[in-house]
Structures are given as C-alpha cells and as structure tokens.
T-cell receptor, first 114, second 114 residues
Framework: AQTVTQSQPEMSVQEAETVTLSCTYDTSESDYYLFWYKQPPSRQMILVIRQEAYKQQNATENRFSVNFQKAAKSFSLKISDSQLGDAAMYFCAPPQGGSEKLVFGKGTKLTVNP | EAGVAQSPRYKIIEKRQSVAFWCNPISGHATLYWYQQILGQGPKLLIQFQNNGVVDDSQLPKDRFSAERLKGVDSTLKIQPAKLEDSAVYLC????????????FGPGTRLLVL
C-alpha cells in the first residue's frame, strides 16, 4: 500500500525566516509527479508546488522550493521569507501507484509568528 | 476562470438522516474526485469519475454512500443513513484526465452528524 509520512505534525517559524517541511513516501514507480498542497483555515486546498520525478532540477515557485531526493523517496518543502499568510496545514501528496490519484499525508500545521 | 463549486458549505443533520452534496467542476475537467477529510487528517479519496464513469470507488462505503455524475459534469454525493463517524469535510476536486495533472479543489462541505 502507498504510504506517505509527514513526520512533523506542527512547525513554527518567525516571519521572514525559512522553514522546511519534510515528507517521505513509498512507491515502486519510476516516473511520477509529487505535490505539496496548502490548506488555510478557510479549508480551500491550494496547490503550492509540483515536481516531476524524472526531472533532476528541483521545482521552485517564488518563495517555495522543494528538495527532491528520488532514491531516498524524500520530498521536502522549503518556504523562504515566511509570511503571515503562509500559516496553514501543508499536505504532501505523492501518487497512488502509477495513476493520477494522489495519497495525502496527515499534514503539517505551520504557524508563522510575527 | 471559475473554480470548483460546492454546496452547501455547512450541513448539520441527525444520525440516520440522509444528506446530499453537490459539486460543479472546472469547465473542461474530465476527472472529478470526492474526498473525505476527517478533522486532523489528510483527505481520503472516496470516488473518482472519468467523465460520467466511475474509475475508482474502492474506498466508498457503498452500504451508505452513493455518488453519480450525470452528463459528465456536475456530481452529487449522498449519504443515507448518516452515522456519527461521517462527520467530516467533503471535498470535491477536478482535473484533466492525465497522470500528473494538478487537482483543483472546491471549498468543501462541512458535515456534522449529531
């Protein structure tokens, strides 16, 4: 069965600082996509960043970047220059097998302190 | 571009009653997902539609849950009869039908079963 582990139930960061959220997963696929989603208290799930496993280069979206270690099956999210609006639950979502379906981790609650 | 629409946003019912949720996906998205998100957990896939056909309903409690997607657009998820453990947020998401495509989520329906 597909497993996703987000080992940090809660994290906190000072505004303007950098924080890294961890995620490990299990898959037997070689080509796949991974996602980080953000869910603010309003509960609308929003895509943060998407990584294609066959690409060597780590994905970056403005202040958000990933450290993708394919062999280690690790997919961490780095948030630079943290802002108050970054406070949310963050979910790692690798694929379920080779399909378009996703498996979500339990999430990491990020608090940003002013 | 309009996002995924869901209604109602909130629903309170008593156990053994029935309830229905509605979802309208992003125009052009062939794939539609229903997720159940229990408080403190990540979303769990209940059912996936490709156009108006079911792709995966392996985690749908079929004795009480049903879903349909008539004409390959709108979808309805029904619970009958509801149990206390059905209290959760029900999320609808849609995407193009291709591995690696981003899923776009609606605001969700928060259900409380008393």
């Amino acid at each position: 069965a597909q497993t996703v582990t987000q080992s940090q139930p809660e994290m906190s960061v000072q505004e303007a600082e950098t924080v890294t959220l961890s995620c490990t997963y299990d898959t037997s696929e070689s080509d796949y996509y991974l996602f980080w989603y953000k869910q603010p208290p309003s509960r609308q799930m929003i895509l943060v960043i998407r990584q294609e496993a066959y690409k060597q280069q780590n994905a970056t979206e403005n202040r958000f970047s990933v450290n993708f270690q394919k062999a280690a099956k690790s997919f961490s999210l780095k948030i630079s220059d943290s802002q108050l609006g970054d406070a949310a639950m963050y979910f790692c979502a690798p694929p379920q097998g080779g399909s378009e379906k996703l498996v979500f981790g339990k999430g990491t609650k990020l608090t940003v302190n002013p | 571009e309009a996002g995924v629409a869901q209604s109602p946003r909130y629903k309170i019912i008593e156990k053994r009653q029935s309830v229905a949720f509605w979802c309208n996906p992003i125009s052009g998205h062939a794939t539609l997902y229903w997720y159940q998100q229990i408080l403190g957990q990540g979303p769990k896939l209940l059912i996936q539609f490709q156009n108006n056909g079911v792709v995966d309903d392996s985690q749908l409690p079929k004795d009480r849950f049903s879903a349909e997607r008539l004409k390959g657009v709108d979808s309805t998820l029904k619970i009958q009869p509801a149990k206390l453990e059905d209290s959760a947020v029900y999320l609808c998401a849609s995407s193009f039908y291709r591995v690696g495509e981003t899923q776009y989520f609606g605001p969700g329906t928060r259900l409380l079963v008393l």
